[in-house]
């Protein structure tokens, strides 16, 4: 961590207290000045920190808390991850094309594991099966970066496990109940409010994958829709009824998701990913590489596979889309 993130990290640990330089310089093993710094650094990225002679500094307010509105934060991220010994490696981007794209050609020069870039808004976002994500300010468009030493078979289970991190992050921060619909949409209040997408490199002399990016797209604040989505989508905001903090909400992700990450293979979270879809005992059309047709969702096995009954035939779907009016 830099000096920065140090010192936030120690001002919101203390939230309301007076720090003086002096204790927050021998704490961190920084210099005064260096703590000076940061502090002018942080007022400038927005956050709310008060000074006093003889007593100190005091973080009243943190950026995302003054401005919920206001893009995500590296230091508020940071400071707000719960599983310290797995950090995520921060960049936060003002615009760009796709921060999955990003994130794939940081991963082609040999960034870590851990590696995360959000971004204010996309440019070109992308969704599953070639579509576009539409990515205006005033959502979260974040991806990261995995080297899960796991057959390609297995990694599979990591987009479930990320649609699972979502639903729970979700919940937590905002209080509302979140479904999964198959494979990996979170719907809120019977909209879709993310989208996940996973790209992966594979090496063909070992069959592993090489790397893993799981995208993550979220509709936060409300912002009028090209008309084919405003059917179907939502805005976390409007269900919520309340503002909610991008960058706690971009943590708290994170935390669930390092929470499975270790056990993915057990795959003890698909009974979850079960329980939270949206489409158990519905009708719905499949869109298939033959075309559409009308089925009844039955179950979500242990694989991941969608269980639906067409004219009297049980049929396992391992990938694709389904459409259901909710
Ligand atoms: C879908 O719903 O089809 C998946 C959408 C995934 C969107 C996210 S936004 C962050 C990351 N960057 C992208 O270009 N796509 C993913």
């Given at each position: 961590m830099t000096g920065k993130q140090e010192v936030f990290q120690f001002l919101s640990e203390h939230k309301g207290e007076y720090l003086s330089g002096e204790e927050l310089a021998g704490k961190l093993y920084i210099s005064r000045n260096a703590v000076w710094k940061a502090i002018e650094a942080l007022r400038k990225e927005g956050h709310e920190i008060e000074a006093l002679t003889r007593r100190g500094y005091r973080l009243v307010a943190s950026a995302g808390e003054r401005e919920?509105?206001?893009?995500?934060?590296?230091?508020?991220?940071?400071?707000?991850?719960?599983?310290?010994?797995?950090?995520?490696?921060?960049?936060?981007?003002?615009?760009?094309?796709?921060?999955?794209?990003?994130?794939?050609?940081?991963?082609?020069?040999?960034?870590?594991?851990?590696?995360?870039?959000?971004?204010?808004?996309?440019?070109?976002?992308?969704?599953?099966?070639?579509?576009?994500?539409?990515?205006?300010?005033?959502?979260?468009?974040?991806?990261?970066?995995?080297?899960?030493?796991?057959?390609?078979?297995?990694?599979?289970?990591?987009?479930?496990?990320?649609?699972?991190?979502?639903?729970?992050?979700?919940?937590?921060?905002?209080?509302?109940?979140?479904?999964?619909?198959?494979?990996?949409?979170?719907?809120?209040?019977?909209?879709?409010?993310?989208?996940?997408?996973?790209?992966?490199?594979?090496?063909?002399?070992?069959?592993?994958?090489?790397?893993?990016?799981?995208?993550?797209?979220?509709n936060v604040e409300p912002k009028e829709l090209p008309k084919e989505l405003a059917p179907i989508v939502g805005f976390l905001n409007d269900a919520a009824k309340k503002p909610v903090n991008k960058s706690v909400l971009v943590a708290a992700i994170w935390d669930e998701f390092a929470g499975i990450y270790p056990k993915l293979s057990s795959a003890e979270y698909m009974e979850e990913y079960r329980e939270r879809s949206v489409l158990l005992n519905r009708e719905v059309t499949v869109l298939d590489p033959s075309g559409y047709y009308t089925a009844v969702v039955k179950d979500i096995d242990r694989d991941g596979h969608l269980i639906v009954e067409k004219d009297g035939k049980t049929e396992s779907l391992a990938s694709g889309e389904v459409s259901v009016k909710l």
């Open positions: 919920p509105g206001l893009r995500v934060n590296k230091e508020e991220i940071l400071a707000a991850v719960k599983h310290k010994e797995f950090l995520p490696i921060v960049t936060v981007l003002e615009q760009t094309e796709s921060t999955n794209r990003v994130v794939k050609e940081m991963a082609m020069q040999g960034a870590a594991e851990g590696t995360l870039v959000a971004a204010v808004s996309q440019s070109s976002g992308r969704g599953r099966l070639g579509r576009s994500f539409f990515s205006p300010e005033g959502g979260i468009y974040m991806s990261f970066l995995l080297r899960p030493k796991l057959p390609a078979e297995k990694a599979v289970f990591l987009t479930t496990a990320a649609a699972v991190s979502v639903a729970r992050a979700i919940e937590r921060v905002t209080g509302i109940r979140a479904g999964i619909k198959w494979v990996n949409d979170i719907f809120v209040s019977g909209k879709k409010v993310c989208g996940i997408l996973t790209e992966a490199g594979i090496d063909f002399e070992t069959g592993l994958p090489e790397y893993v990016v799981i995208g993550i797209g979220i």
